[in-house]
């Protein structure tokens, strides 16, 4: 009778250390599913709500960008029309230099040129000055004054001298001619030229001296 009761004894005792085995291994299986599963009951997830690491976009940041792309644009336009304008100058200014440095290679010795048809002028008079009947006995005085005009006609020739050479019936021309006098002559009309005192030159294409003639004032 005591055999069995030891017997019952360790038996009853197994089988409470065994439940307490079981219920210990259901506690820590609970314990790891509630770690496991996500806390979807007290609280839902958004699925749309920005992530933890984006910022919030500002307010407004767009339209500053585009106001300072607009005042890029506004100062490029700027730039590109002083950049224009300065090449126009730059350009302007090549062009007057241009000018004036040909200008002056043309024109630059007008006064000299001028100067020299005095000298022109007393050849003229002085071979006119001999008479025809001592033409023959001043032969070769008149042939170096001669000579001498035509190397002077020359010398002017290759500076862009040339002579304006009026005729007695010509048409007088105030763009190339100046009026000494005028006086009535029969067979003639208002204007023609009656006299040539003195020849006129051109200067390339500008007037360095005018031709001086006496004008008819005959009427019509």
Avoid: C, W
Avoid at 64 to 79: F, P, V, Y
Avoid at 149 to 164: S, T, W
Avoid at 167 to 183: L, S, T
């Amino acid at each position: 009778m005591a055999k069995e009761t030891d017997s019952d004894i360790e038996a009853a005792i197994e089988e409470m250390l065994k439940g307490d085995r079981e219920d210990l291994g259901a506690s820590e299986a609970n314990k790891v599913r509630r770690k496991a599963r996500p806390q979807q009951d007290d609280e839902q997830i958004d699925i749309n709500a920005p992530d933890a690491g984006e910022e919030p976009p500002v307010v407004g940041e767009d339209d500053g960008i585009a106001a300072e792309m607009e005042a890029l644009r506004a100062e490029n336009e700027e730039l590109k029309d002083r950049f224009v304008r300065a090449l126009a100058d730059a350009e302007n200014s090549r062009k007057r230099a241009e000018r004036e440095r040909r200008e002056a290679e043309s024109y630059g010795g007008s006064k000299l040129s001028r100067d020299m048809l005095s000298v022109f002028d007393n050849l003229q008079r002085a071979v006119d000055a001999i008479p025809a009947e001592s033409r023959e006995q001043n032969a070769a005085l008149i042939e170096g004054l001669e000579l001498t005009m035509r190397e002077l006609l020359a010398v002017f020739g290759r500076h862009g001298i040339k002579r304006i050479t009026p005729e007695i019936g010509d048409r007088f021309d105030p763009k190339m001619h100046e009026a000494m006098f005028e006086a009535p002559v029969p067979d003639s009309k208002a204007g023609d030229i009656i006299q040539v005192m003195s020849e006129g030159f051109m200067l390339h294409d500008r007037l360095l001296r005018a031709a001086q003639v006496g004008v008819s004032s005959t009427p019509k």
